[in-house]
DNA sequence: TTAATAGTGTCTGTTAGACATTATAGG
DNA sequence: CCTATAATGTCTAACAGACACTATTAA
């Protein structure tokens, strides 16, 4: 390590002395932004205007202005741009860091290390649409589904034999809603706490049909970051406004997991979460119902974590 | 987005024609790895021998090397400097990412992005010594809490009052060993599943007392990560050698969790687990024992994922 | 009235954890 | 013999999930 750590030193040193001599990678920051819109799922994205990947969408992002922001900064700046949210708004969405991706070839014209964010956010409006520049737009997740699983196929995925998970069902089986046709449920081994990890990024036809550059790998990581999150934390709350009934919170998580839960006893587990949600006092007046009684109102509670966690169906156990 | 696409295409075009006359953001990794030697959580750090923080202890990293290689090929060239373990030995390291951190003032010389990783490995070999530079060596993680404690100290911590949670105890309680006194429990408010976030890089007090740059809250980030995936994945393993029996095992746990477990509910839990571990049929000598019957040896199974979890105990529920 | 929903009650199988017990080795 | 450990057994409380039931509202 020593003749390593002199060496980076002296690069160090001259670094400083004109960065611009030095370091031709570039830094960006790339948005996950999942929100609920009409029961489904949807994912921010951008077309691009300029080659490569021309026509094609991509995550929003752009780069981190060195020197003058942090990496979070400039993933909320981003995102402000890109949905036209002030601060206020801003402050009801979640933003976290999902990973970063730096393979080589991931960019055709230069060494670019994008620094991914996961963003929960309520119905947003429509994005700001684009001025010459081609355009953006929510677009829904099972859309670009295709281009998840190509992104997918290269080595470092494990096929899974379609063997069954030993835990059959949660909360599940009965009344359920929307089972998202399209989804293909658990595409990704569920390395759940892990990092993304970026083995494959920039492998296998880059975004062939789907996403530009490594962006569906991106989206296929932070859709399983997600689903894997509202199992440990109460941030299924984010995708919803200061209130909510629990039949709301109930969507959330079937739309994110792409499975039906069982009413009652999702009701009876969410209220036994302590700090997960707490009571208004009031009940909502739900438009678009079909009947049945008027349902309490609740926000998020003060919890950072579930316990006990509320997990998903279907969790493919080890060989059993 | 649309006025800010355009002028990111803009801007990607000039990179292109000359990627020296912009972004000057170098992008190193850095690497929190981790071992276990003689009972004790050891880290990699090396000595720093030159300004900033001369004379100060950090955790190993580098440039990444433009246009040559990714950031997972970057942390493995990084560690095998380091550790000076051939390709073979480094097969059976597990290395992941573990988060970015680029606040612009956590490298006083420049704006650095640091893509740091976190390594499991068996117990290894002392580190290179410098040559000219300081030196590299393991520091036991404790020795360093105080860098990980002043690291934590600003804002975005919760603080989190003294109240017990409701898992008093997991299969703990028991015949526990190493109590690792100087540990502070819990330091980081366990948002799991998470990515570390870097809100507060470089801010406080850099490094003070302890490691260099923002070093301490990316160990502390590492530690975190590190206690929580040998919750969900077999990598506790990754500590221990080809074989080894399930006291060794419970002793990684009990040294990365610095918590005491009950030797016979561990026991039985990790044999029911599937595809945890699997029996080689032979048994151990033991050297070191100070009585009792030679017990089994395992090695790992084929599971990437616990079920159900091994949870940790004294996690903390919210107000019960 | 019918259908759909909110919210509760009850039952069963599984699990975590406390605790006890037996067997095997070293000093 | 004494002590420490390996490995297994037993008991209890908590929990997940299945299922049933009531009450309330829209159509």
Redesign the interface.
Known sequence: ??????A??????L??YD?????????TVDIVALTLRAGRLDVLA?R???QPFAGRWAL?G???R???????E?AAR?LA??T?LDAAALGRVHL?????????ARDP???V?S?AY?AFAPGLPE??????????GWLPVEAIAEAIAAAEQPDTV?VRPPQQ???SGTYGGGTGRRPLPGEQPGER???????????A??QGPPGAGGLAFDHGRILADGLE?AR??I???PLATAFLGETFTISELRAVYETVWGAPLHAGNFHRKVLS????VEPTGETGSRPGSRGGPRARLYRA???????PALLRPD??????
Request: glycine share 16%; proline share 8%.
């Open positions: 390590m020593a003749e390593h750590d002199a980076r030193a002296e690069r160090d040193f670094a400083a960065p611009r001599a030095f370091a031709p990678i570039a830094v951008v691009r205007g300029e929003p752009g780069f981190v060195a020197g003058r922001e942090s990496l979070d400039a981003e741009e890109e036209g976290e860091q999902l990973g970063s991706y730096g393979s080589p014209r230069m060494h290390v620094v996961l994005a700001r649409p684009g001025g010459d520049a081609a355009g953006a494990r998970g030993r835990r081994p569920g390395d759940l706490p892990a990092g993304p990890g970026e083995q990024a920039g970051r894997a999150k199992e440990y934390t979460v302590h700090g997960f509670g003060r919890a950072r974590l579930l316990h969790r493919e156990a080890g060989p059993r």
